[in-house]
């Protein structure tokens, strides 16, 4: 069965510091990827996603997610987090060629980010 | 644009009674899934509506069962509810092919 792995559940950054949270998914075929952001009091809100081409995509917010197919990772990367940036993010994954998109998604890593 | 709409945003519900969850898609979308997201976790598939049927269920019991409707509109419904099924129930639309996936507020549903 597919499973989704966050490998930090809580993570402190002061502001300006950079971000890395890591994903890691296990299926062997081929996979769309997602992280979504649940800011508080707000619903679940696509931060960026990757189908296919540059494995190095861009989301909204100056947030980017490289996409490493050997070591089935899809980690999510901001250079200067900000005190806004404090919420829950989802690593999700879902199987390509299933057109209902099915997603399978990580327990999240709550983001507490200090002015 | 309305994007995916639920009701009630808050439900507390007594052990062995029933629930019913409603939900609007995005316009567009005619594709609705179900989540269920327990504290601390992340949202795990219930089940998926298209043209009115249920095409794909996640790991969960028949206690749990749901409603497409011509406008594209759904409901969840639990039966004999457990205070193991008090969570944040998601409403996920989508338009068919594209694959992602726009989330509604959820419900919170209370089993006391």
């Known amino acids: 069965a597919q499973s989704v792995s966050q490998h930090n559940h809580h993570v402190i950054l002061s502001e300006a510091a950079s971000l890395e949270l890591g994903c890691n998914y296990s299926y062997g075929g081929t996979v769309n990827l997602f ?6 009091g707000q619903h679940l809100q ?24 050997s070591k089935f990772s899809f980690n999510l990367r901001k250079p200067s987090v900000q005190w806004s940036d404090t919420a829950e993010y989802f690593c999700a994954v879902n199987v390509r060629g299933s057109t209902l998109g099915r997603l399978y998604f990580g327990r999240g890593t709550q983001l507490t980010v200090w002015p | 644009d309305a994007g995916v709409t639920q009701s009630p945003t808050h ?3 007594t052990r062995g009674q029933q629930v019913t969850l409603r939900c609007s898609p995005k316009s567009g979308h005619d594709t609705v899934s179900w989540y269920q997201q327990a504290l601390g976790q992340g949202p795990q598939f219930i089940f998926q509506y298209y043209e ?28 004999a509810l457990l205070l193991g099924d008090s969570a944040l129930y998601l ?11 726009f989330f509604g507020q959820g419900t919170r549903l209370t089993v006391v």
Do not use: M
């Open chain 1, 35 to 40: 992280w979504y952001v649940q800011y508080p």
């Open chain 1, 46 to 69: 696509l931060l960026l996603k990757y189908f296919s081409g540059d494995p190095l995509v861009k989301g909204i917010k100056g947030f980017e997610a490289e996409f490493i197919k």
């Open chain 2, 11 to 13: 439900l507390i519900k």
């Open chain 2, 52 to 79: 009115e049927e249920e095409r794909q269920r996640g790991n969960f019991p028949d206690r749990f069962s749901g409603h497409q409707f011509p406008n594209y509109s759904s409901e969840l419904n639990v039966n």
């Open chain 2, 91 to 101: 409403c996920a639309s989508s338009p068919t092919g594209e694959g992602v996936a």
